[in-house]
């Protein structure tokens, strides 16, 4: 791995990490996981049976993949930190990506059970990766903590509004110490390379890819596009300017 992905004390070759919620089927799925290259999914563990197994978390092991459990559908600290160490007597697994949200309406983080409740599972000795809204400050706050990463959201989860507001996911990279992973509102491939260009170290998605028309077409594309927008941030695009400019220069 020549530019991995480091999380905590983890490298994952993959800067792409998929979800497995909305896919048609298996079949699918398995498809599409494949096509992204992926070495880290999420699995929420309020919708599934971890202990008795089920077909996500079968298939993700037979591909090699790391499952990583969230805390979908949790509205306060309390329910996200039973259900992280229900997850990790489950799947042995220390790792959880947080997620409090304030309703099911807009599915938007709630800043002060999420920093509870980030709080809590740091001390219990969790690997935390905070899904949170695109507000520098809470971003900042979530990693003062004990944070192994920040997630913020390019825009509403499902919504395929891509980045809303770039400026603040600017702002959050520029003064984080710890991986910054746009998480929610990838609507297509652009969205992913456009959240590397602006210097995230990671994306991850789900509804973007496993409700395309062809999931495994638009998993395959993902992946291009963070690999290129990771080059493109590598290279150093070059500056704007507001008059045009000879690209040979006069004689």
Not at 3 to 16: K, T, Y
Request: with cysteine; charged share 20%.
């Amino acid at each position: 791995m020549d530019d991995p992905l480091v999380i905590a004390d983890r490298e994952f070759g993959s800067r792409l990490i998929m979800g497995t919620g909305g896919a048609a089927n298996l079949a699918v799925l398995e498809r599409a996981l494949l096509a992204a290259g992926t070495e880290l999914t999420t699995v929420a563990m309020r919708r599934m049976d971890a202990v008795g197994g089920t077909g996500v978390l079968d298939l993700l092991r037979r591909l090699g993949i790391e499952p990583l459990p969230n805390t979908a559908g949790c509205r306060t600290a309390a329910e996200a930190v039973l259900t992280a160490r229900l997850a990790r007597e489950a799947l042995e697994t220390n790792w959880v990506k947080l997620e409090v949200v304030a309703d099911d309406r807009t599915l938007l983080p709630d800043s002060v059970e999420l920093l509870d409740a980030a709080q809590q599972l740091v001390d219990d000795g969790f690997v935390v990766l905070p899904y949170t809204n695109d507000d520098p400050v809470l971003a900042l706050r979530l990693e003062e903590v004990g944070c192994a990463a920040v997630m913020p959201l390019g825009s509403p989860i499902g919504t395929g509004l891509g980045i809303r507001n770039p400026h603040n996911i600017e702002l959050i990279v520029s003064r984080a110490s710890v991986p910054v992973i746009l998480d929610a509102g990838i609507g297509t491939a652009s969205d992913a390379a456009q959240a590397m260009e602006l210097g995230c170290s990671a994306v991850l998605l789900a509804t973007a890819v496993t409700r395309a028309q062809d999931p495994e077409r638009m998993a395959a594309a993902m992946r291009g596009a963070v690999e290129a927008g990771r080059s493109a941030l590598l290279a150093g695009r070059i500056p704007q300017r507001f008059w045009a400019q000879a690209s040979s220069p006069a004689r």
